[in-house]
């Protein structure tokens, strides 16, 4: 079984004192890749230290995380970009980026023009958005809806909106819905609407150190558990794992390599 853990944050400090066991449980899971998507500067340089340390293994993504947008967020962008440019640059996605208003609205124009910006680094460079959206859909929609575009792909992270979300964001065909440990949460709507999702707009992801999926809950998420989220997923749509990790992969090959 191959399975690309799209969505983790084991750069973070919480990682520091067992991270090559964590990678070292993936690998043991049928964990091939995982991508580490950026949340701001400051755990910029940990971020390419993780991909160094494990070349081939982890890969980078560029980004600013909605909830990191402050007023300042054009000199941020502005110190971000040129990185996007250095020969060899190594990022094979632009994000974390998106919208959140969940906690907070006090940038919410910040925030929406900050992922504009983002966006348009997309279309520039080619490569495709992993996107945070909480609280935010309509705004997420509606600010997409302005670049909708062929070349246009990624992935809607941490996807667990309701049937009318879901149907408005498969509308963007380039992407795909970033699934993970909420998939297995008792109370979780998300089975029942993930059910009838194609299984070519589907990829599967941690969002380590964060949601860890049952039976995991409560502790602290690594990649090894995506593992977990895949025999849901498989238990769910009625399928042998390894049909599923196969799919899943192939979907995130698509996107990133």
Known sequence: MNIIDT?????????DSDR???????????????????????????LLRTCDE???????????????????????LAQMKPLLKENGSTFIGIGEVGLDFYWDQTYKEEQIRAFETQIEWALEFNLPLIIHNRSSHRELVDTLLKYKSDSLRGIFHCFGGTQEECDELLQFRGFCLGIGGVLTFKKSSLPQI??????????????????????????????????????????????????IAEATTRNAENLFF
């Open 194 to 243: 993930i059910k009838d999702v194609p299984l070519d707009r589907l990829v599967v992801e941690t969002d380590s150190p964060y949601l860890a999926p049952v039976p995991h809950r409560g502790k602290r998420n690594e990649s090894s558990f995506v593992y977990d989220v895949v025999m849901k997923l498989a238990e769910i749509k009625q399928l042998p794992g390894d049909v």
């Open 54 to 76: 494990f070349p081939g293994y982890c890969y980078p993504s560029l980004g600013l995380h909605p909830e990191e947008v402050r007023e300042d967020y054009p000199k941020v």
């Open 7 to 15: 969505h983790s944050h084991i750069y973070l400090e919480g990682f």
């Open 20 to 46: 090559e066991e964590v990678v070292h449980r993936a690998k043991e899971k049928g964990v091939t890749k995982i991508i580490l998507p950026a949340i701001d500067l400051v755990t910029l340089d940990r």
